[in-house]
């Protein structure tokens, strides 16, 4: 691991570091590289989890932030993010905390997307 890896925050924003291919590197620099400005052109469900696909052909998971596997969604299917999220594009970043009603007031670390338009 290196020395970049081993923090468990980038020093210049705050994000949490991943270690890609034996380098260390911040989390929201990878995936502003990836999908920074791109829009959403679909929602899909692959291996259980719920991906939303960028117009570069690129997807991620929706995970959970209290265990980390698929995000478990309360009331909103497919067709609602995908007529939610078509088209908007993704300005921004955020990080925080998630705190858990269901599990006493634990903490968990979030990662979320800003996208364009209204919330």
């Avoid at 989890?49 to 998971?61: K, Q, R, T, W």
């Amino acid at each position: 691991m290196t020395g970049a890896a081993k923090q468990k925050f980038c020093p210049r924003d705050g994000y949490p570091m991943l270690e890609i291919d034996g380098v260390g590197v911040c989390s929201v620099e990878y995936a502003d590289a990836i999908i920074g400005g791109q829009g959403v052109t679909d929602v899909r469900a692959w291996n259980g989890y719920v991906h939303l696909v960028f117009a570069n052909g690129s997807s991620i998971p929706l995970t959970c932030p209290c265990c980390g596997g698929r995000r478990h969604l309360r009331g909103a299917g497919h067709a609602e993010l995908r007529s939610m999220l078509a088209g908007r594009t993704v300005e921004g970043f955020r990080h925080g905390e998630w705190v858990s009603a269901e599990q006493g007031g634990e903490r968990h670390p979030i990662f979320a997307l800003q996208f364009s338009g209204q919330e």
